[in-house]
């Protein structure tokens, strides 16, 4: 039996398309953020999914006073969050503009080695 080049497509790009919405975090489906240093936040959406967002570089004061939102560059609030979006958040005087460097799932295994590095700076030299 013979599948039509046009199902094979099909069937190619629903996988595709299921991982992309997987990794997807959405501006409008933010719940919580946490800052792990001046530079990364772990962002988890309302389906309780982690995210880790590289900054390109430090951002003041977002280590301890983390109240933020994500200008994005997308149409929608139901973009994506991607790199080049802004991460906005109060500072000292007008606050601050954090350019996102990178955005992806926050596996188990990358919190395990974030969590074994802060361990480590942490302990007595």
Same mark, same amino acid.
């Given at each position: 039996?013979? =599948?039509?080049?046009?199902?094979?497509?099909?069937?190619?790009?629903?996988?595709?398309?299921?991982?992309?919405?997987?990794?997807?975090?959405?501006?409008?489906?933010?719940?919580?953020?946490?800052?792990?240093?001046?530079?990364? =936040?772990?962002?988890?959406?309302?389906?309780?999914?982690?995210?880790?967002?590289?900054?390109?570089?430090?951002?003041?004061?977002?280590?301890?006073?983390?109240?933020?939102?994500?200008?994005?560059?997308?149409?929608?609030?139901?973009?994506?969050?991607?790199?080049?979006?802004?991460?906005?958040?109060?500072? *000292?005087?007008?606050?601050?503009?954090?350019?996102?460097?990178?955005?992806?799932? *926050?596996?188990?295994?990358?919190?395990?080695?974030?969590?074994?590095?802060?361990?480590?700076?942490?302990?007595?030299?």
């Amino acid at each position: 039996m013979r =599948v039509p080049a046009a199902l094979a497509f099909f069937v190619c790009l629903v996988p595709a398309a299921a991982a992309a919405q997987q990794s997807c975090l959405m501006s409008a489906q933010i719940w919580r953020w946490k800052p792990l240093d001046r530079r990364t =936040v772990i962002i988890e959406d309302t389906i309780h999914r982690e995210f880790k967002v590289t900054l390109y570089g430090p951002c003041p004061a977002i280590d301890y006073n983390f109240n933020a939102a994500i200008v994005s560059n997308g149409n929608t609030a139901l973009a994506c969050v991607r790199p080049g979006d802004v991460v906005v958040h109060r500072g *000292y005087g007008m606050g601050n503009r954090c350019p996102i460097k990178s955005v992806e799932l *926050y596996t188990p295994e990358m919190k395990r080695a974030d969590e074994a590095a802060a361990a480590a700076s942490a302990a007595p030299h």
